[in-house]
């Protein structure tokens, strides 16, 4: 007993070695599932390019103009002025393109994201069973070490835009599913009964009375999910990705603090833009507090 104690103490990694069967079942993937990986890495490129060209063939003032009009009418003219002069100093510090490349990367990220996490969490509100085996895969997802995803997605996809989107994804995906499931199952159950007592079917009684009362807690779960994206996606340069990243890494590596706080500021100013946009989404617009 004491020479096992002896060889445990010596070499602990011997007895349990998870990372080792890790990359076994990573390199079996890789092995065994190339075609598989090749095609979503070439869907989601074709995705995320056909959003980066179409945002970066508008010109500024189009874009510019288009977010000060749905801040006015989303939350008033001081957050529209707001908009204005956030997007007008990006534009100025001539990192316009980084930060709409940036822009197209989230919102690309985003959309898969809420493409996986709204209909697990209609799943998982609506099986008790698949709730519990799901809710601790998705603690796993929210705590691991963001930088960790990059690696299995670097060796699955290469480097570029789709392992840094596809890493995203996973980052991202956990409020979506959470918040989805949440709202749904808040719904008051009178509510419910009510809809099952007007003769609703399940699909009826979803999408309308469960969904449109759930819609703030998933609107959450829409700007929480954009929020998460777009901090991971500056992470995401690590594996070029590019955008705002790629600045920001620049800034590191060089020890260049004024680069570092320039493309930091246009980091902060879109993640303001959009936090406070979707959230205005879960509550309604209110052009008649276009003061506050």
Avoid at 47 to 58: K, R
Avoid at 172 to 199: D, W
Avoid at 220 to 231: D, E, P
């Amino acid at each position: 007993m004491n020479e096992l104690w002896q060889k445990f103490l010596a070499n602990p990694h011997d007895f349990l070695p998870i990372g080792e069967w890790v990359n076994g079942f990573i390199t079996f993937l890789l092995d065994n599932n190339a075609g598989a990986f090749d095609a979503i890495g070439h869907s989601v490129d074709l995705f995320a390019e056909h959003v980066e060209v179409a945002l970066l063939s508008l010109p500024a003032w189009v874009m510019i103009a288009f977010f000060c009009g749905l801040g006015i009418w989303r939350l008033g003219w001081k957050f529209a002025s707001f908009v204005l002069a956030a997007l007008l100093l990006i534009l100025v510090t001539g990192f316009w393109a980084q930060t709409v490349a940036t822009l197209a990367l989230t919102l690309s990220a985003t959309f898969i994201s809420l493409l996986i996490g709204v209909p697990m969490g209609i799943w998982c509100a609506r099986s008790r069973r698949v709730n519990t085996m799901v809710r601790p895969v998705l603690d796993f997802m929210q705590t691991m070490p963001a930088f960790v995803y990059l690696i299995p997605a670097a060796m699955f996809f290469g480097l570029g835009r789709v392992p840094g989107i596809l890493a995203t994804v996973v980052f991202a995906v956990p409020p979506a599913v959470r918040l989805t499931s949440l709202g749904i199952r808040q719904v008051n159950k009178e509510q419910v009964e009510a809809g099952h007592a007007f003769g609703c079917t399940p699909t009826q009684l979803l999408f309308k009375v469960q969904l449109p009362i759930a819609l703030p807690a998933i609107m959450a779960g829409v700007n929480q999910t954009i929020m998460m994206a777009l901090s991971m996606v500056i992470i995401a340069s690590m594996v070029g990705a590019g955008g705002l990243g790629n600045d920001v890494l620049a800034s590191i590596q060089r020890l260049d603090v004024g680069l570092g706080f320039e493309s930091g500021l246009a980091v902060v100013l879109l993640a303001i833009i959009l936090d406070r946009l979707t959230e205005s989404f879960g509550r309604g617009p209110t052009p008649q507090q276009g003061g506050n």
